[in-house]
């Protein structure tokens, strides 16, 4: 008979394990209720705040998805604090804060780049469809997303450039505006009538169908060059209804035929040299010595 003393004796173990159930019993539901009641009140505030404000929809679900995680976290936090999890959370917070720094240093690009997006989102300096331009490059934006913007070049290529970069560039929507002038120089000799070629041209671009009428045609000298007078030919269009790029085509192809017909010259760069050339034999002069 194995004596009393060596016995098992189930008591001792029986209240810390009641303890732990309860203990974890209390982190959940506190949790739950928490997590509930804040993702139902918390985040139901920040979406109508910010939709009542005009935010654009892909700015309003990431201010969802961010205070769902704000609201997890705070969750998590009071429920363990409540529970009786102090040390565990003290060395949980150690942790995370220590991930988050390295993952800052990590995604310093990446952060950036979603920043300057909700910028872009919000702030609306081009949007789908627009025909802009950024440090010598351009095409067509065909989607705005938090990390990148997608375009279409003119010769149907894809280029995917990072928010950042767009926010920190200059750049200019082409079709922002109802008007946009269009701007072509022509050069003209200097013995042929400027007034003549003035008429020519703004007579073929009152003809294009996609120029105003006010503001009307316009042809002003701009430049006295080495071989040519230039008149810059302007005109206004609507970049939206009518491509930019067609008219001025047109536009060009109108005005050579016309100075062709009325036998305006358009030079070519050319240059004078004056003074006397000395021309010697060489090879003569070699022989003689």
């Known amino acids: 008979m194995i004596p009393l003393q060596f016995g098992l004796d189930l008591g ?3 209240a810390p394990i009641i ?6 019993f209390i982190f959940v539901f506190v949790f739950v209720v928490l997590f509930v009641v804040g993702r139902l009140v918390v ?3 920040v979406e109508q705040s910010l939709r009542r404000r005009g935010f654009d929809e892909t ?3 990431l201010a969802e998805s961010a205070t769902i995680a704000v609201v997890s976290v705070l969750a998590v936090a009071l429920a363990a604090t409540i529970a009786g999890f102090g040390v565990v959370l003290a060395a949980f917070a150690t942790l995370a804060g220590a991930l988050a720094l390295a993952v800052g240093f990590a995604a310093q690009d990446l952060i950036a780049n979603f920043v300057a997006g909700v910028f872009i989102l919000q702030d609306e300096p081009f949007t789908t469809g627009d025909w802009i331009e950024w440090d010598g490059n351009g095409g067509v934006v065909r989607e705005i997303e938090l990390r990148v913007t997608k375009l279409d070049t003119f010769d149907n290529e894809l280029v995917t450039v990072p928010n950042g970069e767009l926010a920190n560039a200059a750049v200019v929507n082409n079709v922002a505006n109802d008007e946009r002038r269009l701007s072509v120089g022509f050069g003209i000799g200097y013995d042929d009538d400027i007034e003549q070629a003035r008429t020519a041209i703004v007579d073929e671009a009152s003809k294009i169908e996609a120029a105003f009428d006010d ?3 316009s042809a002003p000298v701009v430049e006295l060059g080495d071989s040519a007078v230039v ?8 970049p939206v209804e009518d491509s930019y790029g067609a008219v001025r085509a047109e536009f060009l192809e109108a005005v050579k ?3 062709d017909a009325e036998g305006i010259d358009m030079p070519y760069p050319n240059t004078e040299l004056s003074g006397d050339i000395e021309v010697r034999n060489v090879d003569a002069g070699a022989a003689g010595d």
């Open 12 to 14: 001792q173990y029986v």
């Open 19 to 24: 303890s732990a159930i309860t203990t974890i």
């Open 43 to 45: 985040t139901s505030a």
């Open 59 to 61: 700015i309003v679900g």
């Open 215 to 217: 503001p009307a045609p």
């Open 231 to 238: 008149l810059s030919g302007r005109l206004w269009i609507d």
């Open 257 to 259: 035929q016309r100075f």
